[in-house]
Nanobody
Framework: QVQLVESGGGLVQAGGSLRLSCAASGRIFSMRAVGWYRRAPGKQRELVAT???????NYADSVKGRFAISRDNDKKMVSLQMNSLKPEDTGVYYC????????WGQGTQVTVSS
């Protein structure tokens, strides 16, 4: 089954930036919407950003104006640029298809210190 692999997490101070990457496989990647999700400590996984096949995007209110999702269909990559990070952005970040999701990967840890 197709799996997506996340990378790019780390430890950053509040106000800093990180760029996450998601590497996908599969022949129809370009036709599928992809989302970045995060699981904060003690909370359920939530969808924070979505990019559709045509390039349109959608964001959770908590990250709107600070995060930007993009995709490179030739490379089968989806990125999440995170700016003005806050301690509440801390969590494990995952990427996956919005519909018919693949097996969840290990995610990448983002820790924002105050």
């Amino acid at each position: 089954q197709v799996q997506l692999v996340e990378s790019g997490g780390g430890l950053v101070q509040a106000g800093g930036s990180l760029r996450l990457s998601c590497a996908a496989s599969g022949r129809i990647f370009s036709m599928r919407a992809v989302g970045w999700y995060r699981r904060a400590p003690g909370k359920q996984r939530e969808l924070v950003a979505t990019i559709y096949s045509g390039g349109s995007t959608n964001y959770a209110d908590s990250v709107k104006g600070r995060f930007a999702i993009s995709r490179d269909n030739d490379k089968k990559m989806v990125s999440l640029q995170m700016n003005s990070l806050k301690p509440e952005d801390t969590g494990v970040y995952y990427c996956n298809y919005i519909t018919s999701p693949s097996i969840w990967g290990q995610g990448t840890q983002v820790t924002v210190s105050s």
